[in-house]
């Protein structure tokens, strides 16, 4: 079954940077665009990057354009995202996730805290 487990979030100080990854398995990795979203306490999820599975070229939400970079290894069957310059309203659990034969999956959430 697909599975996807993310990991790498942490407590950082504004200005900071942090490394998400997102392993996977069960599925053919490389045919399917992958996704990053955020979930701030109170707010609704939202979508920050898409990592195309062609040409791995990543679309980025406003709010972190400049920022952000999404990056996947088709190989290792991993998806990233090195945030940089990071701003407390950062502050979100982050997830991992990707539609594969018209099912929507997700994994578990990483906590990401920006706080001095």
């Known amino acids: 079954q697909v599975q996807l487990v993310e990991s790498g979030g942490g407590l950082v100080q504004p200005g900071g940077s942090l490394r998400l990854s997102c392993a996977t398995s069960g599925f053919t990795f490389s045919f399917y665009t992958m996704n990053w979203y955020r979930q701030a306490p109170g707010k609704e999820r939202e979508l920050v990057a898409q990592?195309?599975?062609?040409?791995?070229?990543?679309n980025y939400a406003d709010s972190v354009k400049g920022r952000f970079t999404g990056s996947r290894d088709n190989a290792k069957k991993a998806v990233y995202l090195q945030m940089s310059s990071l701003k407390p309203e950062d502050t979100a659990v982050y997830y991992c996730?990707?539609?594969?034969?018209?099912?929507?999956?997700w994994g578990q959430g990483t906590q990401v805290t920006v706080s001095s």
């Open positions: 990592i195309n599975n062609l040409n791995g070229r990543t």
């Open positions: 996730n990707t539609l594969v034969s018209g099912n929507e999956y």
